[in-house]
């Protein structure tokens, strides 16, 4: 089973609720999802990029992946890239 990108789209971002995000699937099928603090602004909270998509076939790959983003939102982690944490503290 393979869902469209807006299928899986809409069932991450809604799963992520009440937080903001933004889930974005390249042409080479990596998707990248970010998640906002707050719907106020657009500080970013958590980058996860080159998820692979074509893992995502089924219901429990991708409720491995939103726990995953859980886990990493609630511990503060952007994915190791320093870039991205210096975003998320600087909040630009």
Do not use: W
């Amino acid at each position: 089973m393979f869902l469209s990108a807006l299928e899986m789209r809409n069932i991450i971002e809604s799963s992520l609720l009440p937080k903001r995000s933004q889930c974005t699937l390249s042409p080479d099928l990596s998707m990248t999802v970010k998640i906002y603090d707050d719907h106020e602004t657009d500080r970013v909270a958590l980058i996860k990029s080159d998820i692979d998509a074509t893992k995502l076939t089924g219901c429990r790959a991708i409720n491995d992946l939103i726990a995953e983003l859980r886990t990493e939102l609630d511990h503060g982690n952007s994915g190791g890239n320093y870039f991205q944490q210096q975003h998320r503290m600087s909040g630009r």
